[in-house]
C-alpha cells in the first residue's frame, strides 16, 4: 500500500523537506518510507493485496470512512505486507469544508465515533497498537536450513507406535533431536533403542499427572535455543499414549505438520509458528491455568527461532494444557500459520 504525502492530517504522512506548501510550489522526490497506516486521502495498493486481504470495510466503516484503510493496513501487515508513504506525490488538503457542508459541523465527532467503534468492534481495545505496528508479522525469513525436534514420550503400545510413526519422518530433523521419557509400567526398551539409534539426546522424568508432557518441555526448548531465522523447532508428543488410544486425529498431525513439512517450512518463512488445528479460543473450565485466545488443538507445531526466542518463552507450565497454550502465550493468533482445518467443535471431542 503506497500513500501520498499530504499537509495535513495523519503526521507521518507529511512531507520531511517542505512545510505545507502549497500544491503548486510542492517538489516531488523520489522518497519512501515505511509507515505504521495510510490516511485515505489518496492510496494506491496492489493487486496482491486485494486479493489477500479483501476490499474496504464498508460494513464497519461506509458512512464516513476514517479508519477503512487503516483497518486494510491491519489486514496487509499481518500477511507481512508493508505501507509506505512517498514523498514523490503530494494532496493539499483544504480540510473538510465539503463534508461539513454535506453532514454539519460535527461531521469529525461522527467520523471519529464511526471509526473508533467499527475497530474496537473488529480488532478489540488493542487496535491502537496494530495500527503503530510497522509490520505485525516477525521479519521475513530467507527459509529454514536447520530443523529440530522436541518430542515428549509417554511408554506405552500407543506411545511406541507413535514413536514409530514418528521416525518416519527422521530425516527432516537435521539439527538436535531431543526426547523427553517419563516412566510408566511399559517396557521403554525399545522406544529408546529407536530414539539412540536415530541421534536423541534423551532425558528422563518422573510422570507427572498434573503435566503431562509439558513436564521437561521448557528443558528441552533451552538446549535447542538460539535467534536464528533460519531454523525451527518441531514441537510434538507420543498422543493418546496414556490413555492407549490411538485414532485419526494422532494420523492428521502427523500427516500436516510432517507429512507437509515442505508447505510448513514456506509458510514459516513468513511467520512466528506453523501447524494445525488452530482453534481460536481455548477452553477456560479450572484446570486450564493457561488463559490464551488461541491454541493449535493436539500439540504439534512447528516454532521459529528468531521469533520464539526473542519474547519471554522461560515460562513456567501450570498445568498439562500448558505446551497446546504455549504458543498464544507468545505469539498473537496473526502470527500463527495453519495449515488444513480450523478447528472449531468442543475441544472434548
Avoid at 52 to 75: N, Q, V
Wanted: glycine fraction near 6%; proline fraction near 5%.
Amino acid at each position: 500500500m503506497i500513500t501520498a504525502c499530504y499537509n495535513v492530517g495523519w503526521a507521518p504522512q507529511k512531507p520531511t523537506h517542505q512545510d505545507q506548501p502549497s500544491a503548486d510550489e510542492y517538489k516531488p522526490r523520489p522518497l519512501h518510507r515505511q509507515v505504521p497506516l495510510a490516511d485515505g486521502t489518496c492510496v494506491m495498493v496492489t493487486r496482491r493485496l486485494l486479493e489477500t486481504c479483501g476490499l474496504l470495510d464498508a460494513e464497519h466503516f461506509g458512512k464516513y470512512g476514517h479508519a477503512a484503510t487503516g483497518d486494510l493496513a491491519i489486514r496487509a501487515k499481518q500477511r507481512g505486507m508493508t505501507i509506505q508513504a512517498t514523498e514523490a506525490a503530494y494532496c493539499y488538503h483544504y480540510g473538510m469544508q465539503t463534508a461539513n457542508v454535506i453532514h454539519g459541523n460535527d461531521y469529525m465527532d461522527k467520523a471519529q465515533r464511526e471509526a473508533r467503534e467499527g475497530l474496537i468492534a473488529k480488532w478489540g481495545d488493542r487496535f491502537d497498537s496494530l495500527q503503530s505496528a510497522l509490520r505485525l508479522l516477525p521479519p521475513r525469513s530467507t527459509g529454514i536450513e536447520t530443523r529440530n525436534v522436541v518430542y515428549h514420550v509417554y511408554p506405552s503400545q500407543v506411545g511406541e507406535w507413535n514413536v514409530v510413526r514418528m521416525l518416519r519422518h527422521i530425516d527432516l530433523f537435521n539439527g538436535k533431536r531431543i526426547a523427553c521419557v517419563v516412566e510408566s509400567d511399559y517396557d521403554a526398551g525399545r522406544i529408546l533403542e529407536l530414539l539412540r539409534k536415530h541421534g536423541f539426546t534423551i532425558l528422563f522424568r518422573k510422570n507427572d499427572p498434573d503435566l503431562w508432557d509439558s513436564v521437561a518441555f521448557i528443558d528441552m526448548l533451552d538446549m535447542v535455543k538460539n535467534d536464528s531465522p533460519t531454523e525451527a523447532t518441531f514441537v510434538g508428543h507420543t498422543k493418546g499414549a496414556g490413555r492407549m488410544r490411538n485414532d485419526a486425529w494422532a494420523e492428521h498431525m502427523y500427516a500436516h505438520c510432517l507429512g507437509r513439512a515442505d508447505e510448513m517450512m514456506e509458510s514459516l518463512k513468513d511467520y512466528a509458528c506453523a501447524g494445525s488445528l488452530i482453534q481460536l479460543r481455548f477452553p477456560n473450565p479450572p484446570n486450564f491455568k493457561h488463559n490464551v485466545d488461541w491454541h493449535y488443538a493436539g500439540s504439534f507445531y512447528w516454532l521459529r527461532h528468531d521469533a520464539t526466542f526473542s519474547r519471554e518463552w522461560r515460562i513456567v507450565a501450570r498445568d498439562r494444557y500448558f505446551i497446546e497454550a504455549f504458543p498464544g502465550l507468545l505469539f498473537e493468533s496473526h502470527e500463527a500459520f495453519n495449515l488444513g482445518p480450523t478447528k472449531t467443535d468442543s475441544p472434548w471431542h
